[in-house]
């Protein structure tokens, strides 16, 4: 069974902060914590986190304050 490589993304100008672990299509997210969402796929499987206001809340942690690479724009399934 092959890994997948996790990447991590994030948009200085919203502060958002993704953790990709899974290539698809995302079918629903779950509220985890506030600010903190679990992106779906249709069976279920985790294809990501996202993290809202991520400077304020794990910025000194990873010291997020010059940025990660550019976000990329997401598969999302309406």
């Known amino acids: 069974m092959k890994k997948a490589k996790s990447k991590i993304y994030y948009d200085k100008k919203t502060d958002t902060l993704w953790l990709n672990v899974k290539g698809g299509l995302e079918e629903e997210y779950k509220e985890v914590a ?6 779906l796929n249709k069976k279920g499987e985790v294809l990501g986190i996202e993290i809202l206001n991520a400077s304020k ?5 990873l010291g997020i304050k010059t940025g ?4 990329i724009a997401h598969k999302i399934r309406k």
């Open 34 to 39: 506030p600010g903190v969402n679990v992106e």
């Open 68 to 71: 990660f690479s550019p976000a």
């Open 57 to 61: 809340v794990i910025g000194s942690k």
